[in-house]
């Protein structure tokens, strides 16, 4: 079974995208299974909610970062054309 620790949400220092979700599908999974005293529960559900959040907040930023991206590419191909 994972780590469950608030700690082994970041890993091995890993704060990616990826780390951060496998993360989350962990916390998902051992929620699911069911089995866990209900004050175990509600620490890992605060703990997923935070990592939800810091997900939200990554894809945010990734799209903004890509929109810019695309506008600068429309602005230069327009720039070409003229």
């Known amino acids: ?3 469950a620790t608030p700690e082994a949400a970041a ?17 998902t999974a051992q ?3 069911g089995d866990l005293p209900l004050e175990r529960s509600v620490e890992l ?3 997923g909610m ?14 903004q970062r890509v929109e810019r991206l ?6 230069a191909t327009q720039s070409s054309l003229l």
């Open 11 to 27: 890993g091995d220092g890993d704060d990616s995208f990826e780390a951060l979700f496998a993360r989350l599908e962990a916390i």
């Open 50 to 63: 935070r990592i939800a959040e810091r997900c939200q907040r990554m894809l945010a930023d990734a799209s």
């Open 31 to 33: 929620l699911e299974a």
């Open 70 to 75: 695309r506008e600068a590419y429309d602005e």
């Open 1 to 3: 079974m994972p780590d």
């Open 45 to 47: 559900y605060a703990e």
